[in-house]
């Protein structure tokens, strides 16, 4: 029988709620002391203050600080850059507690399951790591072992994560972000459920059926939990080996990647939310055409279909520069109360994105090819014109599919890729139909046992 998923503690809560908060607080008060002599809140000593005692921290929140770096406008310029920046790489548990956890997962005898089983870790980030082993037919799977006590310390994090974004509010307030936080706390209590995960296996499984381009690990449930998953292990080569690769083959590895993240979001309304480096690689690539594999299923944003609608109008809107067509694109995404003048600042953002796919031609993805800045001069000429308009609220919706657009674009500036994204986006947006999305999403996540969106 297998576990129940583990729950957050009051004691687990508290210690991990007095290392964070010591941490934070220290910053806040040192913070205040440089205020107080002349350095403002939102100078970039404090911003690089901040990194050092975020990544000290690792964990929870430093995975939630790094993902509101890499969302443009939830945070102050100054900071979204250091945030960004921020690596979610963590120190393995040692060989005691593998043990501790596989036996506590799938009982004393859970070495019997394996022929071979890597007691060091593959890979370590900030929720778990991963084993590899070898199963007696022969095959090779890679094993996800949550860290103990990750659900107190995910809930003591969110807890610190409004400290820190009350400090954010003290600099910037254009930007309400009560949404972004609970959008960021939702998907990270997700995290926490491999269960979850395993089922988002099966749903990509579904949804890239017959895709040529992508692989999906094959999971196997009776070697997963809660706080456990084992899926089948996928070769391949890191991603940024590729750089230097013949034009043609980098084109083909981009073009792979592009439909794997959009082709779900437009058949059935899914997007992969965390599109960095670790959580794809590359199989095999060539002048004709490239295999791409997906990693990690933790982060997934199911939208209803209405909200893809939303998208396409923004896109015709933008191209046919019909302003009640953006005022009404804009309420599909889930924004409120827009005046006109906020409404024109968003679209300086939102022309920015769209400007790949609306101009059909062969090009980079941003003309400048800076990949650790796509995105960041325009995000920051928008904050500072809503400063002056007017506090935004963020709608919950358009967190995950804002950081999926500019993770992939920082991707494809590091691989050099030129395409017609154009073609490809309109490809895919001319096909779309809300019944059909709702029809193909119903089936899809009945087939993976997950609720609607």
């Known amino acids: 029988m297998q576990p129940m998923a ?56 430093m995975k939630l600080a ?53 007691p060091e870790a593959v890979a370590a980030a900030s929720l778990g790591q991963v084993h590899k082993a070898t199963l007696a037919t022969g095959e090779t799977v890679a094993v996800k072992l949550q860290y103990p006590d990750m659900a107190s310390a995910v809930e ?18 254009s930007i309400d972000t009560a949404e972004i936080r609970d959008e960021l706390a939702a998907r990270l209590r997700e995290e926490l459920d491999y269960g979850r995960e395993l089922k988002h296996l099966l749903l990509y499984a579904q949804m890239l059926a017959g ?46 990647l592009f439909l794997a993240w959009y082709r779900p979001f ?18 095999s690539a060539d002048a004709d055409g490239a295999v791409v594999n997906l990693l990690d299923f933790g982060c997934v944003r199911i939208f209803p279909p209405r909200f893809i609608e939303g998208v396409n109008e923004l896109y015709r809107a933008i191209e046919a520069d019909d302003d009640d067509r953006a005022a009404h694109a804009f309420e599909m995404w889930g924004f409120k109360g827009l005046t006109r003048e906020i409404r024109e600042v968003l679209l300086v953002w939102a022309r920015f994105l769209y400007g790949p796919l609306l101009d059909d031609r ?47 674009g920082g991707v494809f500036i590091q691989l050099g890729a030129e395409l017609n994204w154009s073609r490809l986006f309109r490809q895919l947006m001319d096909d779309f139909a809300v019944a059909d999305v709702e029809a193909r999403q119903a089936a899809a996540l009945s087939g993976a046992g997950l609720a609607s969106a």
């Open 6 to 61: 583990e729950q957050s503690t009051l004691s687990g809560r508290i210690a991990r709620f007095a290392k964070v908060g010591a941490n934070l607080g220290g910053f806040a008060a040192g913070a205040a002391v440089a205020r107080a002599g002349g350095r403002a809140l939102d100078d970039p000593k404090n911003a690089a203050e901040l990194k050092r005692v975020l990544g000290e921290l690792k964990g929870p929140l």
């Open 66 to 118: 790094q993902i509101l770096g890499n969302i443009p406008d939830a945070v102050p310029p100054e900071f979204a850059k250091q945030l960004s920046e921020l690596q979610a790489n963590a120190p393995p548990m040692g060989q005691g507690f593998v043990r501790r956890r596989m036996a506590g997962e799938l009982g004393p005898k859970w070495r019997e399951r394996f022929v071979d089983f890597s």
């Open 156 to 173: 003591a994090d969110l807890g610190q994560l409004d400290l820190m974004l009350s400090l954010f509010r003290r600099v910037d307030g």
């Open 211 to 256: 895709e040529p381009h992508v692989r999906v690990p094959r999971p196997f449930a009776d070697l997963s939990t809660p706080r456990l998953l084992t899926m089948e292990w996928l070769d391949g080569t890191r991603l940024l080996d590729w750089k230097d690769k013949p034009a043609d083959v980098r084109n083909r590895i981009a073009e792979a």
């Open 266 to 283: 437009y058949r059935v309304g899914v997007i992969h939310g965390d599109p960095h480096l670790g959580n794809y690689s590359v199989a």
């Open 362 to 408: 062969v090009r980079p993805i941003d003309l400048d090819g800076r990949p650790g800045e796509y995105g960041r001069a325009t995000a920051a000429k928008v904050h500072q014109e809503l400063k002056k308009l007017g506090t935004v609220t963020i709608p919950a919706e358009f967190v995950f599919m804002d950081r999926a657009a500019i993770g992939l």
